[in-house]
């Protein structure tokens, strides 16, 4: 078995699709901080400052369920060898496999840009998600704390936020997400996609354990903060067998939604993930990619508007319907509230106060 990069989850690097193999890579010009305790070449994270014009994005895709989104950092250290997100790091000049999870491009001024954009007189309140692309909780967050000053800006105009991680650090912010919650401005979504440590080693190397995570949901609901976790990815013969576990074990500890996609193995991601399916499970790896295929007519990659993240094909049916079973089980009564976008647009305009 060839040699495999422990700690990671791309067990390689890929050219950059844009790019010939030839082209010269200059980012020298940057400002370098070399992760604390991380000299190996193999492990070692660069955090790479960069200075966007602008922070919050308008999401186009038609089966992704949000208008708008924000993400602090470009590129993530969690290391899911299945992320969609990686492809994106290719239109910073980098690949998608090593160097996504290597290279992580830091917004420093994303405070000062979010609040920019909340105070333009045309803008209406739509439910902003942090983590449209790449985890706003990924490890250097703990250090730059540039997700909560993001966080203390959306309460500073009671504003509608949605939040995506699958870090137990979003508990470090519990005190600004109990009051958000009181003005039903905030929703997070904690992905969890096995009950098994040794599956998430696997997959996610350096996310929260399952463990952590568990603790996550239970604090949150705890405190009236709605969570719905996302089963996501489901890889069949990987951790298709965990959905009614998972449903079942996140419903006791107070959540109030599921949802789920089937694996998508876009762009690059395809050429990654067989390379890590091949060296860090040969003896699953055949099985699984035919069934990854056999959910997206025949092809690992998949591009299909409103097939892409939920498949078709006998094995995404029966995923879909393990799913459905098991919200009927244990969430029956249960769901996502709708954030209320008032007090952010009456605080804007005093005068809505007296509509």
Not at 32 to 39: A, F, H, L, P, T
Not at 77 to 89: K, L, Q, T
Not at 257 to 270: C, D, E, F, P
Request: with cysteine; net charge positive.
């Amino acid at each position: 078995m060839s040699q495999s990069h422990n700690g990671r989850g791309a067990q390689r690097r890929v050219h950059n699709s844009f790019f010939e193999l030839s082209h010269e890579l200059r980012d020298d010009f940057l400002n370098y901080c070399i992760s604390e305790g991380e000299d190996p070449e193999t492990i070692k994270t660069n955090y790479i400052d960069v200075f966007p014009k602008s922070f919050v994005n308008k999401v186009v895709s038609p089966d992704v369920r949000m208008e708008y989104s924000a993400n602090p950092y470009q590129g993530c250290e969690h290391g899911c060898v299945y992320c969609y997100a990686r492809n994106s790091h290719e239109y910073w000049g980098y690949g998608a496999g090593l160097d996504f999870e290597k290279n992580i491009l830091v917004k420093k001024n994303a405070p000062e840009l979010l609040e920019e954009t909340l105070r333009k007189k045309s803008w209406q309140g739509n439910t902003i998600v942090f983590s449209g692309n790449t985890d706003c909780y990924q490890p250097v967050e703990r250090k730059l704390l540039i997700t909560r000053h993001c966080l203390e800006i959306m309460l500073k105009y009671k504003h509608p936020t949605g939040i995506i991680t699958k870090n137990s650090l979003v508990l470090r912010d519990l005190d600004l997400l109990k009051e958000m919650a009181t003005l039903n401005l905030v929703a997070v979504h904690i992905s969890i996609n096995t009950l098994s440590e040794k599956t998430r080693r696997l997959m996610e190397p350096r996310t929260a354990t399952i463990k952590q995570r568990l603790k996550a949901v239970e604090v949150l609901s705890a405190n009236n903060i709605p969570v719905n976790v996302m089963i996501a990815p489901v890889i069949p013969s990987l951790n298709s067998h965990e959905i009614l576990p998972v449903i079942k074990k996140v419903a006791e500890l107070g959540a109030v939604s599921v949802a789920h996609t089937v694996i998508r193995l876009n762009g690059q991601i395809a050429l990654l993930f067989e390379d890590w399916a091949r060296k860090l499970m040969p003896d699953k790896a055949d099985r699984m990619l035919s069934l990854i295929a056999q959910c997206h007519g025949g092809k690992l990659n998949d591009s299909r508007w409103e097939k892409r993240m939920r498949g078709d094909g006998v094995i995404a049916k029966q995923i879909a319907d393990t799913v459905s079973m098991g919200r009927r089980k244990y969430l029956e009564g249960r769901g996502m509230p709708k954030l209320d976008p008032q007090h952010y647009l009456q605080m804007k305009d005093p005068q809505m106060r007296l509509f």
